[in-house]
């Protein structure tokens, strides 16, 4: 069975600041990586998706994430943070051609200071 | 309005009574899921369903039952509350045919269990 781990549970980091939201996997077949975005009193929304191809990924409000196979993670990256950006995070994983079940990490809650 | 609706956003509830949380999508998707969030665990899968036929348990499903009484609509029931069952309860979807699993949430219910 795929487990996903999100080494951070919080990170603060000041506005403009970059970030990297750390995220590994393990699993014995391939997979696609997921990271949702979850803002206050709300539900979760998909930032980005790698299924296949090139492993740098570029998602919504300007964060990407690269899928590295031999160390089995995909890192959350965005080079300056917002106010805005302040929510929960969480790595997903699914095993490919599966019944398609998402696991999620643990989430990584980040804040963004002024 | 949201294409995944959850009803009710917010309940409290006293241990032993059942209660019913209801889920409806307008956006056509053929897979429903109920996942669970509690601080530090992220989301655990408790149901998911495929199809209107189609019921399967996921990693947390005990004190639970479901009900897809169409292909928009899937009810999770707790037949008797205990305080532990205190948690946010997303509803989710996906589409057989998007290829890629990616889900759509609903806003969360928030159980509290007295």
């Known amino acids: 069975a795929q487990s996903v781990t999100q080494l951070d549970s919080q990170v603060p980091v000041f506005e403009e600041a970059p970030v990297e939201l750390r995220c590994n996997y393990s699993s014995s077949v391939s997979v696609y990586l997921f990271w949702y975005v979850q803002y206050p009193n709300q539900g979760l929304q998909l930032l980005l998706k790698y299924l296949s191809g090139s492993t740098l990924v570029k998602g919504i409000n300007g964060f990407e994430a690269e899928f590295n196979k031999s160390q089995t993670s995909f890192h959350l990256r965005k080079p300056s943070v917002h106010i805005s950006d302040t929510a929960e995070y969480f790595c997903?994983?699914?095993?490919?051609?599966?019944?398609?079940?998402?696991?999620f990490g643990s989430g990584t809650q980040l804040t963004v200071l002024p | 309005d949201a294409d995944v609706t959850q009803t009710p956003r917010n309940r409290i509830t006293k241990t032993g009574k059942r209660i019913m949380l209801e889920c409806s999508q307008t956006?056509?998707?053929?897979?429903m899921y109920w996942y669970r969030q509690d601080p530090g665990l992220g989301l655990r899968l408790i149901y998911y369903?495929?199809?209107?036929?189609?019921?399967n348990k996921g990693e947390i499903s005990d004190g639970y039952s479901v009900s897809r009484q169409a292909q928009a609509k899937f009810s999770l029931s707790l037949e008797s509350a205990i305080p532990n069952q205190t948690a946010l309860y997303f509803c989710?979807?996906?589409?057989?045919?998007?290829?890629?699993?990616?889900?759509?949430f609903g806003e969360g219910s928030r159980l509290t269990v007295l």
């Open positions: 956006k056509g998707h053929d897979r």
């Open positions: 369903s495929f199809d209107v036929k189609d019921i």
């Open positions: 997903a994983v699914m095993l490919s051609g599966s019944a398609r079940q998402l696991t």
């Open positions: 989710a979807t996906s589409n057989t045919g998007s290829g890629t699993g990616e889900l759509f």
